[in-house]
C-alpha cells in the first residue's frame, strides 16, 4: 500500500487472501477502490511485496520477496535488473529516504533467518550498508522521519543471534546513510509489538501508529495479543491517543495517506481472519471513523 501524490491516488499491490497469495492491483482515488487490469509490464507474481514513493523521480519502487525489483508511474510497470540486490525475503521494511535520495531496505525473514541486512537503491543499483545494523528482525515498523530527517525504525520481531530466543522488540533506532544508531533519549515507547500499522502524516510530518501484535506483562506473565491501541510520534516523543471509537485489532493491514481527498486512513489486515473494513483519522479531533467506500479488497495489505 503506498501513497502516490503525483497521481493523487493510493496504490495497492498483492497481499494475502484466505486462499492465496495475490496478483492484483487496485487504486484507491476519490473514495473509491477500482480494480486496475491489463498493465503494462505487471509483474506476474510479486510475493510479500515492499513498496514506497520516490519523491525525487516521481516513481513507485515495488520490491517483491524474491528481490525482483519494478518500478511503476502509475500507468506502466518497469523491471528493474540490477546486479546487487537484498537477499530473498518476507516481512521487510522499506522507505523512501528524501535526504539521502535513496530507497533504504531492512531486515526480513528467509522462512529460517531474521535478517539484519539494509541496502539502499539510487534508481540504479543496489548498495548493502554494514556499519553499526539493527538487530535482525522482520515485521518492524520503518519511516522517513520528517523532523529527524533520518529513517527511523521500531519494533519488530527477531532474534539478537540465531541460537537466541525469539525476541519482540521495543526499541528505536535511526539511519544516516552509512550507519544505524539507538535512539538513546527516547525513554517511553508504544512497547514490544511487531506488525502493527503506520504511516506518515505529510501536513505535519507526525506518525500516526495502530495496533500490531503488542506483548504485554513481564517474565512468564507475558502474553501477546492483537492491538487495538493508537499512538502519534513527533519526532521526539510517543503520545497515547485515546479516541472514544477505534477500530478493530489488527496486524499487517494498511495505513496510508490519501492525497485525494486529504485525509488518513486504515484498510483491512488480521486478527485470525482477514479484514476488509476501512478507517479515517481525523489528527485534529484525534478521532476514527468507519467508512465503506466501494469494492473493498479483503486482505492483509502488508
Not at 18 to 37: A, C, H, M, R, S
Amino acid at each position: 500500500l503506498v501513497s502516490d501524490p503525483v497521481n493523487k491516488a493510493v496504490y495497492l499491490f498483492a497481499g494475502l487472501t484466505e486462499f492465496d497469495v495475490t496478483t492484483d492491483i487496485w487504486k484507491y482515488q476519490n473514495g473509491q477502490w477500482t480494480p486496475l487490469t491489463g498493465v503494462t509490464g505487471q509483474p506476474a507474481i510479486c510475493a510479500y511485496p515492499n513498496s514506497v514513493f520516490d519523491t525525487d523521480r516521481n516513481k513507485i519502487v515495488l520490491l517483491c520477496s524474491d528481490s525482483s525489483l519494478y518500478e511503476f508511474d502509475g500507468t506502466t510497470f518497469k523491471n528493474v535488473d540490477t546486479k546487487d540486490h537484498p537477499p530473498q525475503h518476507r516481512w521487510s521494511s522499506m522507505v523512501y529516504d528524501q535526504s539521502l535520495k535513496k530507497t533504504v531496505f531492512f531486515g526480513g525473514w528467509d522462512n529460517s533467518v531474521y535478517s539484519d541486512q539494509t541496502w539502499l537503491y539510487d534508481g540504479t543499483n543496489w548498495a548493502r550498508v554494514k556499519k553499526n545494523p539493527v538487530t535482525s528482525r522482520s515485521l518492524a515498523t520503518m519511516w522517513y522521519d520528517q523532523t529527524l530527517k533520518k529513517t527511523v525504525i521500531y519494533g519488530g520481531i527477531g532474534r539478537l543471534t540465531s541460537l537466541d530466543r525469539i525476541t519482540r522488540y521495543d526499541d528505536m533506532w535511526q539511519f544516516d546513510g552509512t550507519q544505524w544508531t539507538v535512539m538513546s533519549n527516547v525513554t517511553k515507547t508504544p512497547g514490544a509489538r511487531y506488525g502493527a500499522q503506520s504511516t506518515v502524516d505529510p501536513r505535519n510530518g507526525h506518525v500516526l501508529l495502530f495496533g500490531g501484535l503488542r506483548v504485554d506483562g513481564t517474565g512468564l506473565d507475558q502474553v501477546q495479543v492483537y492491538a487495538d491501541d493508537t499512538w502519534e510520534w513527533d519526532g521526539a516523543q510517543w503520545t497515547k491517543l485515546e479516541p472514544s471509537t477505534v477500530p478493530p485489532p489488527r496486524e499487517n493491514g494498511g495505513m496510508a495517506y490519501d492525497p485525494s481527498r486529504d485525509q488518513l486512513f486504515l484498510f483491512g489486515g488480521y486478527v485470525g481472519y482477514y479484514l476488509a473494513d476501512f478507517w479515517k483519522f481525523d489528527p485534529a479531533a484525534k478521532k476514527w471513523t468507519f467508512d465503506n467506500p466501494a469494492s473493498l479488497p479483503r486482505r492483509r495489505a502488508r
